[in-house]
């Protein structure tokens, strides 16, 4: 006889929800991609106002963290469901390209949080030779 899979109860209550909660704080979903002058990411931050958010940069390090409020509807009776993740959230990105710490912008926008990192430029150095010396 062989034995199913278990059901997780949590998991069909909450669905793939459940894989964005780290302790007790919810990490937003982003994406990342490069472009000729820069690293850009894009994190989906929905009904987080710009006070109530934070970016750092620490050596290679992207933090993005805040806090989403719960929205305080009128006249409700009974919660039926409720997906959308709110209190405190951080998220974490390495950044393997080489940027400018300085240069780094960000900007909130109709739910999306973009902040973009430009890449430092390549130096290229001569290499000189010594002449012999004469004897």
Sequence with gaps: MSRGRREDPFGQLYGEFRDRLRGDRW???VDVFETEKSIVVCAELSGVRSDDLRVTVDGQDLRISGVRLVP??????RLHQMEIATGPFERRLRISIAFERDGV???????FLTVT??????VSVKVELEAPEDE
Excluded: F, I
Aim: aromatic share 0%.
């Design 27 to 29: 990490q937003p979903d």
């Design 72 to 77: 305080e509807p009128s006249g409700v009776h």
């Design 105 to 111: 912008n960000a900007h909130l926008a109709d739910g």
């Design 117 to 122: 990192l430009p890449k430092r430029a390549r």
